[in-house]
Every structure is written in C-alpha cells, then in structure tokens.
C-alpha cells in the first residue's frame, strides 16, 4: 500500500520556467512534509519542509504548497535551473508512532537550456 | 556540518554471502534509518531504531537484520546475500520528536553476483 504517491516518474521544463512537482498521500495521520533531491550515486539532500498546521512555505526559488482536504502537496521551483535536473523524493512523517519517513516514489526532473 | 557516513560507495558480493553494511553519525542523533531505492519504488524501509539497542521492522525486513550497540554506528546485515538484494542502500538519521528532516549517508551501491 503506498501511502505516499508520485505519479509522474519524470519531468522536463525549459531552463527559467516555472517546475511543478506533485505529491499525494493516503495516511491522515501524516502531519510533516518534506521534499529531497538526489543526484546519481548520492544520498538525498533536503529541500524544504512543511507542517501541517501550514499550507505554504517558501525559500528562495522553492516553494512547496500542502492542500490537506485533497492530501495533496506541490514543490514549486521558480526559476529552473540546470542545476535543478535531479531525482525529487516527496516524504511525510507522523508525530505519533516511530517519526520515520514515507517516500513516494520519486520524480526524475530534466531541465533543459 | 552534519555528517552521516557509509563505510562503502560500492560493493559486489557474491550469492549466499554473509554481508555487512556500516553507517556512522556524528550529530548525536537518536533515530537512524536503513532504506533501500529501486527504480520505481523510491526508498523503502528496511529497520530503524530509536535507541541503542532498539529496533524496529520497516516495510521490507525480510532477508535483512541490523545491530546498534552504540549511538553513532547503526549495521545493516544481510544474512546471506541474494541477487534480488542488488540495490542503493541509504542510511539516514534524525532528531526525535517528529517534524524533522532525517539527514543521508552517501548511498553504497551493493551488487550481488
């Protein structure tokens, strides 16, 4: 049963577009968000976070929105950079049990010049 | 600056074989991870812990056991390796309490012939 879901297994935006990733989950109990990025033959290195109690959170080019009727979240990258082409790892976690971390299963995005 | 280290980038060993993965921390953190990533299943869990000497089953503990006798050092133990065990195995910590982002090791990529 995955509880964390990315449907789009890739991803290509033209250099200084907008990239949108999108993420849905299953399990209610989920209450943090968090987004990684990965390059090949490298661990992932977080992004940025969001709590529940919160529906947007921004840092510099990156923004990730949570709309929690829909159990739906979204890293919004503006602008895209070559730089960005990576493998993008959505994850939740719940306060209550064990803390660990769901993962969907990954969005390849290519940005090209 | 936090640091999470995996004793190998790359190993090959053969079927049958009795095989160790080392993962160390330098953040004093109490919850370190064991994850496996496939093409198109993201990274799923292997066994956690919480504590020394704590463990705890993921999602996909079959042909897996670990061993956290200190704080910074978690084990991953494949009893006797199998071709279906060719993976990227990553080790994570974090902080306890939730609404924390865990931080990876490197990844070692594990082939098994």
């Known amino acids: 049963d995955q509880q964390v879901k990315q449907n789009s297994p890739s991803l290509s935006v033209q250099e200084g577009r907008i990239s949108i990733l999108n993420c849905d989950y299953t399990?209610?109990?989920?209450?943090?968000f968090l987004w990684y990025k990965k390059y090949p033959a490298e661990g992932p290195t977080f992004l940025i976070s969001?709590?529940?109690?919160?529906d947007k959170n921004e840092d510099g080019r990156f923004t990730v929105f949570l709309n929690k009727s829909a159990k739906h979240l979204s890293l919004h990258i503006v602008p895209s950079q070559p730089g960005d082409s990576a493998v993008y790892f959505c994850?939740?976690?719940?306060?209550?049990?064990?803390?660990?971390?769901?993962f969907g299963q990954g969005t390849r995005l290519t940005i090209n010049p | 600056d936090v640091k999470v280290t995996q004793s190998s980038r790359y190993l090959v060993k053969r079927t049958g074989e009795k095989v160790f993965l080392e993962c160390v921390q330098d953040?004093?953190?109490?919850?370190m991870f064991w994850y496996r990533q496939d093409p198109g299943l993201g990274l799923r869990l292997i066994y956690f812990s919480y504590d020394v000497k704590m463990k705890e089953k993921g999602d996909i503990p079959e042909g897996y056991s670990v061993s956290r006798e200190k704080k910074e050092r978690f084990s991953l133990i494949l009893e006797s390796a199998s071709t279906n065990q060719t993976s990227m195995y990553l080790c994570?910590?974090?902080?306890?309490?939730?609404?924390?982002?865990?931080?990876f090791g490197q990844g070692t990529r594990l082939t098994v012939v």
């Open positions: 994570a910590s974090s902080l306890p309490g939730g609404n924390t982002e865990a931080f």
């Open positions: 953040m004093d953190h109490e919850n």
């Open positions: 399990n209610s109990m989920f209450d943090y």
């Open positions: 969001i709590s529940s109690i919160k």
């Open positions: 994850a939740a976690s719940a306060r209550q049990g064990a803390q660990k971390l769901v």
